[in-house]
């Protein structure tokens, strides 16, 4: 399970992109650790799946999607990380106070969970990141997501004390708290 790659996602794989991200929503976590669901990420057309692939390809300046790729080119894992600019607002509608990357879209396949594949793919988005010039990296996690939450320990993050509810534009995820777990440069 040590025979992987990781990579930036090139924009004419969208469909590599929609593949597995419609397998993440079945995981069995994904009620708490997307805020979608499949039967809405399935009904999108083609063409959203290419805009988000070339919005994080090769060349992206405000995100940057990575994939860990085993022997033979199958997908075992992704992380995306968003720029958010300092003086804007999140999709939490918490106040951006410096430009930070924003981790989203974390997933590795069970048989690949708990190694270096976790490791690498957050590895390569941080470094990313700090390439392209922000302060800290931070994503969000359900409270009660407590996998995740040792994952992304392991990896460096940790609770920053900010909390952030679920607002009402998001259906059934509505109410959920997430808890912001930041790396700060250093």
């Known amino acids: 399970m040590n025979d992987f790659v990781v990579r930036g996602i090139r924009a004419e794989e969208w469909g590599l992109v929609k593949a597995l991200r419609l ?17 809405h990420a399935v009904a999108l057309p083609d063409s959203f799946w290419q805009e988000r692939a070339l919005g994080s ?21 992704s992380v995306t990380v968003l720029v958010e600019e300092a003086g804007s607002v999140d999709w939490a509608g918490l106040p951006v106070e410096r430009r930070q990357g924003h981790v989203v879209g974390v997933y590795v396949r069970p048989e690949w ?30 409270e009660e997501n407590l996998r995740a939450q040792q994952a992304y320990r392991k990896v460096g993050f940790a609770p920053s004390g900010i909390a952030a509810p679920v607002g009402d534009g998001f259906g059934d995820f509505s109410g959920q708290v997430e808890i912001e777990f930041v790396r700060e440069r250093g």
Do not use: M, N, P
Not at 23 to 39: H, M, N, P, Q, V
């Open 113 to 142: 969970r708990g190694g270096a594949v976790t490791r690498e793919l957050f590895e390569a988005g941080v470094e990313w990141a700090w390439g392209v010039g922000v302060e800290r990296v931070r994503l969000l996690v359900h």
């Open 23 to 39: 397998e993440a929503l079945k995981d069995s976590a994904a009620a708490i650790a997307f805020l979608e669901t499949y039967e």
């Open 57 to 77: 390809g090769e060349g992206a300046g405000g995100a940057r999607q990575f994939v860990a790729e085993a022997a033979g080119g199958e997908w075992v894992g």
